[in-house]
T-cell receptor
Framework: EAGVTQFPSHSVIEKGQTVTLRCDPI?????LYWYRRVMGKEIKFLLH????????ESGMPNNRFLAERTGGTYSTLKVQPAELEDSGVYFC???????????FGPGTRLTVT | AQKITQTQPGMFVQEKEAVTLDCTYD???????LFWYKQPSSGEMIFLIY??????QNATEGRYSLNFQKARKSANLVISASQLGDSAMYFC?????????????FGTGTRLTIIP
């Protein structure tokens, strides 16, 4: 069974540009989460999808971030326009409904210069 | 609000010794879950162990055990007979047990280095 995959693994962009991160959850997992770790700090929750619906987006930092999960399968997280403080590692995780274990992807390292 | 505290930014341990990674938590929710994840240098987050707040016994998974002291609000990870491959970042995390709100709150992590 394939794990959670994320693309790209690393992205370097300039301030003001747009970047789209993609997450493919484990097949059959209705829960999908986005987290972010800024250098040296804790991993922080961004948002949670149940199928295609946003269940909780309380962790989204501002309206420059837009997450979608069309059809309840893969998800994208777009940052537009990117700022220096958006640099960090973005993790995606998925889980089955009513399951405590979240399976994490390898993360996307975003560097904004 | 939930909070996880990991007070050890880094630890060095001799191979084959046991190691304890500290984690304390704060929550007002009587029902919650506690997790430990390992992040090796390759970057992926690997689930290690889980403890529910109502579990009577400490969780164990192979060489990993969770020393759960509810009254002290601590959930330390114990790794027995450490190996070189245990060198990694370790994150403690907590989840509220409310259905539909399973987001994790993480600590800042502990970097464990096993010395040959």
């Amino acid at each position: 069974e394939a794990g959670v995959t994320q693309f790209p693994s690393h992205s370097v962009i300039e301030k003001g540009q747009t970047v789209t991160l993609r997450c493919d959850p484990i097949s059959g997992h209705d829960n999908l989460y986005w987290y972010r770790r800024v250098m040296g700090k804790e991993i922080k929750f961004l948002l949670h999808f149940v199928k295609e619906s946003k269940q909780d987006e309380s962790g989204m930092p501002n309206n420059r971030f837009l997450a979608e999960r069309t059809g309840g399968t893969y998800s994208t997280l777009k940052v537009q326009p990117a700022e220096l403080e958006d640099s960090g590692v973005y993790f995606c995780a998925s889980s089955q409904i009513v399951a405590y274990e979240q399976y994490f992807g390898p993360g996307t390292r975003l560097t904004v210069t | 609000a939930q909070k996880i505290t990991q007070t050890q930014p880094g630890m060095f341990v001799q191979e084959k010794e046991a190691v304890t990674l500290d984690c304390t938590y704060d929550t007002s929710d009587p029902s919650y879950g506690l997790f430990w994840y390992k992040q090796p240098s390759s970057g992926e987050m690997i689930f290690l162990i889980y403890q529910g707040s109502y579990d009577q016994q400490n969780a164990t998974e192979g060489r990993y055990s969770l020393n759960f002291q509810k009254a002290r609000k601590s959930a330390n990870l114990v790794i027995s007979a450490s190996q070189l491959g245990d060198s990694a970042m370790y994150f403690c995390a907590m989840r509220e047990a409310n259905f539909g709100n399973e987001k994790l709150t993480f600590g800042t992590g502990t970097r464990l280095t096993i010395i040959p």
